[in-house]
């Protein structure tokens, strides 16, 4: 299935091909590329059991729409980037070194805390003993976050950079604090809902009648749950957490993606709607903090060094930005020819293991890039 502007129909068969090449070597059964130049979308295909509308669990890619949230929140005097933990959790107390951490920290992962710990098996483990269903309940939620404030760092703010999702649960959790709302309301008021994307939520079988329900892409089954997973969050931490947390659970389209990047390079522009320029060139600009961190506040950035393979293939230049997400999505923006292409797929139906993805997807970019600027 394809959508382009006329005249464009004999472009992009090669983004095409490797699509379904992608179906048939079992990378995935379901994907969507969007490809788009300056304000217009000019490649919008689907491939295997996807449709163009289909909406996908994006995983990581929570994260730079969280990141989005924070700045957005900022600017209402809510939450402040130097501001720390210990601003918005008044009642805890604080291993000293973990009162250092600075949001900045907990945006680009510089904060100190591990890349992941498994809180879900705790929650297992407590319904178990204490005889009571916790998984999914907003009890299960404050417990994975008071176990994220307990963890120990493994090193001093600022000083290394380890891609954290217990980062992004305390930066979600702080943000609801600041701002007295859960964080799938703010996703609506503060982003989806300006940026009219109407199909990034959390938590998306709760809004869909059953014929829209059939858009959902399954992830699969997973063992801890014993079911397939359509249309509740991928991650087992977010699902133990309700399916609303800030490192994994949001749903989305590329059609809404995109939406999400224009406005990212229109505020870059002092144009966007919800970001000022300020706050979008602080969250597209790679962190200071940690010397050789490939991070921004929100974001990641194509890796450019000699001999090394980037996700996000050979043609995002420096200064480029983008975030994958571990169930096969990711979204990679060029500011500077204001490019930007979003690849949603299902490669975790096949399971954890399937690395089909990761060898295909610099080459569907290569091979749009190409098209777009031939």
């Known amino acids: 299935m394809t959508s382009l502007p006329s005249g464009e129909a004999g472009r992009f068969r090669k983004t095409k091909d490797l699509m379904e090449e992608g179906v048939r070597r079992k990378a995935y059964t379901a994907a969507v590329l969007l490809a788009a130049r ?82 879900y098996a705790a929650i297992r483990d407590a319904e178990e003993k204490e005889g009571k269903r916790l998984w999914g309940t907003s009890e299960a939620h404050d417990r994975i976050v008071d176990a994220v404030l307990s963890l120990p760092l493994e090193a001093a703010p600022g000083k290394a950079c380890v891609y954290s999702d217990p980062g992004y649960i305390l930066l979600g959790r702080a943000l609801e604090l600041a701002a007295f709302h859960p964080l799938d309301r703010l996703l609506r008021s503060h982003l989806a809902g300006p940026l009219q994307m109407r199909d990034t939520v959390y938590l998306p079988l709760a809004g869909l009648s059953e014929c829209e329900a059939a858009r959902l892409v399954s992830t699969g089954y997973s063992e801890v749950r014993q079911r397939e997973k359509v249309g509740e969050a991928d991650d087992e931490n977010a699902a133990a957490m309700g399916g609303v947390a800030g490192h994994a659970g949001i749903f989305s389209t590329a059609y809404d993606l995109f939406l999400f990047s224009r406005e990212v390079l229109r505020a870059r522009r002092g144009e966007g709607r919800i970001l000022t320029r300020s706050s979008a060139l602080k969250m597209t600009t790679k962190t200071s903090d940690s010397p050789g961190c490939p991070r921004t506040p929100g974001w990641d950035t194509p890796t450019l060094s000699a001999g090394a393979g980037s996700q996000a293939g050979r043609h995002f230049p420096e200064g480029s930005f983008g975030h994958l997400g571990y169930t096969g999505c990711s979204l990679w923006v060029d500011p500077s020819r204001e490019a930007t292409v979003a690849l949603l797929t299902n490669r975790i139906f096949y399971g954890k293991q399937n690395e089909g993805l990761k060898t295909l997807r610099p080459f569907l970019h290569d091979a749009v890039m190409e098209e777009l600027f031939p």
């Open 38 to 119: 300056g304000e217009e979308a000019v490649c919008h295909v689907a491939a295997g059991e996807a449709r163009l509308s289909s909406v996908f669990d994006i995983a990581s890619l929570t994260k730079p729409l969280v990141a989005s949230l924070f700045f957005a929140l900022a600017q209402e005097g809510k939450i402040a980037p130097e501001g720390r933990l210990s601003d918005v959790f008044p009642a805890r107390t604080f291993d000293p070194a973990v009162g250092e951490i600075r949001f900045l920290h907990l945006l680009s992962h510089t904060s100190g805390f591990p890349a992941y710990k498994p809180f």
